[in-house]
């Protein structure tokens, strides 16, 4: 998904090995693999790690890592874009104060 691929960029970019960001995060290099290729989601508390380890903006991780949370809770429901679309002029709306 969006954040794996964009994690994979950096650390390419970077010239860093898959071996050696996972030994930053603590994981394994095949666990770190499956997060890349969207297989398995990165963890919140990942997300400073990450950003300090590839030298980027800690908000560009978390809005992509929010928005692939979001896409993997709706992913094969049939009213999918719909939904989103909905919540999106909810969290766009703050006379709504949907959850206050």
Do not use: V
Request: hydrophobic share 40%; charged share 35%; aromatic share 4%.
């Amino acid at each position: 998904m969006m954040i794996g691929k964009h994690i994979r960029t950096l650390r390419e970019g970077k010239g860093m090995l898959l071996r050696e960001l996972a030994a930053i995060l603590n994981i394994d290099a095949a666990m770190l693999s499956k997060m890349e290729r969207g297989k398995r989601p990165f963890r919140e508390e990942d997300l400073d790690i990450l950003s300090n380890a590839l030298n980027e903006n800690k908000e560009e991780l978390y809005t992509k890592w929010l928005a692939d949370k979001a896409l993997r809770a709706t992913n094969d429901e049939k009213f999918q874009s719909k939904a989103l679309q909905l919540a999106l002029t909810i969290c766009n709306n703050d006379k709504l104060n949907y959850l206050k």
